[in-house]
């Protein structure tokens, strides 16, 4: 089994239960955060939702720089309810999926950079980049957010069995 195939079963169900937490998220709850030090819903929630665009971004060039010297350092856009999340959440994982299909093994072995200002942050095999700076980095932060839900008295969605909210 290629590389690709094996990584697109596991991005399927992880999608899905992403999709399935950002749809719970409470329009009037994006400037709630439970600490200071914490994200608000509405960074963390943005956060989830832009990560599947890192997936065909990884697969479509060799780095990225993200506080490029003389450039302007990246900016997530401005969301302001579930139903924006979810318009890029759909768009960015269809757009993800087609590039993780269509991937070879040897593309998945090329180095691919992380830039902070033209410094190398991290350099490693894309299948490297896709597993842990995208797919477990996102299972991280999805696992916040059901912090965040439960917090706010939101059912939690039953995502690797049942939970105390979804039972089956």
């Known amino acids: 089994m290629a590389m690709n195939e094996a990584l697109l079963v596991e991005f399927d169900k992880e999608m899905?239960?992403?999709?399935?937490?950002?749809?719970?998220?409470?329009?009037?709850?994006?400037?709630?955060?439970?600490?200071?030090?914490?994200m608000t819903v509405r960074q963390l929630t943005t956060h989830l939702a832009l990560m599947p665009s890192w997936m065909k971004e990884?697969?479509?060039?060799?780095?990225f720089d993200y506080a490029p010297i003389g450039g302007e350092p990246f900016k997530p856009p401005v969301m302001?309810?579930?139903?924006?999340?979810?318009?890029?959440?759909?768009?960015?994982?269809?757009?993800?999926?087609?590039?993780?299909?269509?991937?070879?093994?040897?593309?998945?072995?090329e180095t691919w950079t992380l830039l902070a200002g033209g410094k190398t942050i991290f350099a490693m095999p894309r299948i490297a980049v896709l597993r842990g700076m995208v797919m477990n980095h996102l299972i991280h932060h999805r696992a916040?957010?059901?912090?965040?839900?439960?917090?706010?008295?939101?059912?939690?969605?039953?995502?690797?069995?049942?939970?105390?909210?979804?039972q089956g």
């Open 144 to 166: 916040q957010l059901g912090v965040y839900l439960r917090l706010n008295d939101v059912p939690v969605p039953a995502l690797y069995g049942p939970s105390a909210d979804e």
């Open 80 to 109: 302001n309810s579930h139903k924006d999340l979810l318009e890029v959440f759909d768009r960015d994982v269809a757009k993800a999926r087609a590039a993780l299909k269509s991937a070879s093994d040897a593309a998945l072995m």
């Open 58 to 63: 990884t697969l479509e060039k060799t780095s």
């Open 16 to 38: 899905a239960g992403t999709r399935k937490s950002l749809e719970r998220v409470p329009d009037d709850k994006f400037d709630w955060k439970p600490h200071t030090k914490s």
